[in-house]
């Protein structure tokens, strides 16, 4: 009975070394750095970079089309009048905002009312689905929007309203409903789908819907009627993702991806759908995020390998400039590969589910497993154990490494 509990602990021992140690390594000696700050100029025509070095002193510079940097550097006065879009609010202070920037008319209405920021995570699509979707009065009766009243689902092939006061099906919206999703040709089950459900927002747009052939939908709520249309584009393209949008200048519906990984903006006049030349994107993997001003957007793509950036012209969407950075192992991320031979973590950055992931497999590792098993073969030599215990303990310390050896050397067996 004994043995059994002590191999027992030794296993749950390392079990958990293996999550704790190398979590404890990460926040004693943290090696994640910031990317810079990056924005385009419409004075210039160049990537104004705005980087933090090792010495903790603000570099700024420049980056022509290609990305390569240019010389010389910049002032934050300087950088001030080359990002007018951004430091507008400075610029007034100074009186020194201009009346027009590359032949349009500016001023702080302008600025605010053009600019807007999207951000998408892995996370926000690895997830679990729910059954239920609340719907909200994109027509209230009054001005500002109301919380919702009601969910639907998908039932048996068709659209059912439920109250969420009653939980009573609401059977003559639910009819509509049905009647204008199989009059659009809507497939289910439904793919992916898209929602800002909240009434701090300026308007309601309700969905964006993917089906089961990967055809894009809009469809929302309109004075208790549904709305509904389908998004002409090539039969070529099957929509994965999408992510809509309820900006204050109301010119953009969403983002949207496809299974080919490319993504493109749909406008809201004619649902025109345009691709964006940023290159390959997976959003499952890689985290989208997009600053827009008057002038341009700038895409930028973060994942594990590394980040790019690449700037857009705000009317036709063609590129401007490109930037990119590959990440590379820091001292303390290289050393941990000679201690760590992986790493277990329950969770991740990624997505939502809670589940063991034996990650960062590391040979390097095997030089102080080595060490290790040859220290814990002479400890069990010298305490008197008997051999097929040390050899058996001695193969676990050579195979898990560290993780073994500690509760190896503590638990007596």
Known sequence: MKKAYNILLIALGIIVLSWFLPWLYSIVFPSAASDPFIAYSPVNDRMIVSETGDDKNLAIYSLDADGNRKEGSYTKEQRDSLLPQIYYTQLMASEALPDTIAGIEVGVAAFKHSQWVFSALPRDINKVMPEV????????????????????????????????????????????????????????????????????????EGYLMVDANGDLYHTKMQAGRPYMMKVNK????????????????????????????????????????????????????????????????????TGPEGVRWTALDSDDYHRLAFYSKTYTESASQKAATYIFPYELSFTSVSDCYASPRFEYFSWHAIFLNVVLAVILFVVYRRRGRVAPCIAACSVITLIFGIFAFIPLMIVKN
Not at 178 to 203: C, H, Q, V
Not at 270 to 290: T, W
Request: hydrophobic letters at 40%; glycine letters at 4%; charged letters at 30%.
């Open 133 to 204: 979707y609340l719907m909200m009065e994109s027509m209230p009766a009054r001005i500002d929007l109301e919380d919702p009243k009601e969910v639907f689902r998908f039932r048996d092939g068709k659209v059912e309203f439920i109250d969420m006061e009653t939980n009573a099906v609401i059977e003559g919206r639910s009819k509509r409903f049905t009647d204008i999703f199989n009059e659009r040709g809507f497939a289910l089950p439904m793919r992916a789908y898209s929602a800002n459900i909240t009434s701090r927002k300026p308007y309601d």
């Open 234 to 301: 090539p039969d070529s393209v099957k929509v994965a993702h999408v992510y809509i949008m309820e900006n204050i200048d109301t010119r953009h519906l969403g983002i949207v991806s496809d299974e080919n990984h490319n993504l493109y903006v749909l406008e809201r006049a004619g649902y025109r759908l345009i691709p964006l030349p940023v290159g390959k994107v997976d959003p499952e993997k890689e985290k989208i995020s997009i600053v827009k001003n008057i002038f341009n957007w700038v895409v930028k793509v």
